[in-house]
């Protein structure tokens, strides 16, 4: 997925049951790791530095690669 720098990505918890953690992985230019405890929890994660991001639920083990380009 492609994204602008300094675009804001928004994580959402849309599990009834399930504590989701969603992380990137150590050679993303920012790493982060959050928790969404329940349902409805967010997280917004503003990428400040362009490069190649993995995002992985590390509760699912599903991941997305984020583009950031130029603004």
Do not use: C, W
């Amino acid at each position: 997925m492609k994204i602008k720098l300094k675009g804001r990505f928004f994580f959402v918890n849309k599990d009834k049951k399930t504590m989701h953690e969603v992380a990137t992985n150590s050679t993303s230019p920012t790493t982060f790791d959050v928790k969404l405890p329940k349902k409805s929890s967010t997280y917004t994660q503003v990428f400040a530095k362009k490069g190649t991001y993995v995002v992985t639920d590390l509760t699912t083990k599903k991941s997305m690669t984020l583009y950031l380009r130029s603004a």
